[in-house]
């Protein structure tokens, strides 16, 4: 029985990918590096979590009740669509900057989920930067990186429903803002300066799932 | 039910369009505890500034800025509620927005279009599909020390063909 079968008594088959799920674009997508994460929680005592997409409940549920984790909800997301309907989106790495109140080394892990992919190069190295500030040593960083350009996907940001420790449902909602061009894999590793990669996988749906640590 | 004063009035009256103006001394709205188990339901034309206490469930359509204390009963803020205020309650269950912080000695319930900017504290949090939700959840997890799953060799993840290590 894994971590997150408690979760769900329904458990997809390992090889069932992009799954329909009616006439809801929800499609069910293996993932490597949330299992490492979770078990990274699992090892602190009331671990205090920041997740930078959208509120996404059963995610709140699973973590704060199972897992006992303190959660802080912050839709970088949100912020990302508020500039770009109000044309502003040369303030957006100020606003980046400013949202991230956290002490140092007072988080325990982030699920930043696929929020890079939208940001412009300034916003995403002052998001980065203030990431690796406020995360604790030893703690972990999940971020999952497109790897097809923009131009091929629709313009949409994606809710990350966790399903099981190797399973995410994806739920696309719509925005006005389309994912940025591709990050090679070596920038992203700079945009993190004082994290290491621990786990890096490429997946299936062209997407690399990247788990960081603090030394 | 409710003693009325000059900090409980309808919105489209003068003072109810300049809210600022309102002092700021603490306003206490006691509700009859002999009525307990009913519900009292304040409507979306009223503003209420100051301190809400009562014994019994609440339903508020209007605008609340300040405190609300109902410590043993349900507060229920309606799709019209507009709520400014720290709450304290057994239950929460959210439609309108809150701005503040919300503690809820058993569930915190924000329903679809629902919104809360504000710190959660409450055993259990239900948070819909479409609702807004900025803030931190902290459901008071005492004593149950976090699953050692990294002993459990059979949680660790076996690795599948699928995925490919990324070579950079």
């Known amino acids: 029985m894994g971590l997150l079968d408690r979760l769900t008594s329904k458990r997809p088959e390992p090889e069932t990918h992009q799954r329909s799920a009616g006439a809801a674009e929800q499609s069910l997508f293996a993932t490597k590096a949330l299992g490492t994460f979770l078990r990274v929680l699992t090892l602190r005592e009331a671990p205090v979590l920041l997740d930078l997409g959208p509120v996404v409940g059963p995610n709140v549920g699973f973590f704060g009740e199972h897992l006992g984790c303190k959660i802080f909800v912050d839709d970088v997301c949100a912020e990302i669509e508020r500039h770009v309907r109000a044309n502003t ?22 699920l930043a989920w696929d929020v890079f992919d939208y940001l412009d190069k300034a916003s995403a190295h002052v998001l980065g930067r203030e990431l690796t500030r406020i995360l604790r040593p030893d ?27 190797s399973t995410l449902r994806h ?7 389309e994912r940025q061009p591709v990050l090679a894999t070596r920038d992203i590793i700079r945009l993190f300066d004082g994290l290491r990669v621990s786990d890096s996988f490429f997946m299936k749906n062209n997407v690399r799932e990247i788990l960081f640590r603090k030394t | 039910m409710w003693k009325r004063d000059e900090a409980v009035r309808p919105a489209s009256g003068q003072s109810a369009g300049a809210p600022s103006s309102t002092s700021t001394a603490s306003t206490h709205v006691e509700m009859n505890p002999s009525l307990e188990k009913s519900t009292v339901n304040i409507g979306k034309s009223v503003v209420i500034k100051g301190e809400l206490t009562g014994s019994e469930d609440l339903t508020i359509d209007g605008q609340v800025e300040g405190t609300i204390q109902l410590r043993e009963h349900v507060l229920t803020i309606g799709a019209n509620g507009r709520i400014k205020a720290q709450v304290f309650a057994k239950s929460v269950v959210v439609l309108g927005e809150v701005n503040g912080d919300i503690t809820a000695s058993e569930k915190v319930d924000i329903r679809d279009n629902g919104s809360v900017d504000g710190d959660i504290v409450s055993p259990r949090v239900a948070i819909a599909e479409g609702a807004h939700f900025r803030g931190s959840v902290d459901m008071q997890r005492k004593g149950a020390a976090a699953s050692p799953v990294a002993a459990k060799p059979a949680a660790v993840p076996t690795p599948a063909p699928a995925p490919q290590k990324v070579g950079a």
């Open chain 1, 171 to 177: 739920r696309p909602y719509p925005g006005a803002r």
């Open chain 1, 139 to 165: 703690g972990a960083l999940l971020g999952f990186f497109g790897n097809v350009p923009p131009k091929e996907q629709p313009s949409t940001y994606t809710k990350y429903v966790i399903v099981d420790e």
């Open chain 1, 89 to 110: 989106l040369a303030d957006l790495p100020e606003a980046i900057g400013a949202r991230c109140s956290h002490a140092d080394a007072s988080v325990d892990g982030i």
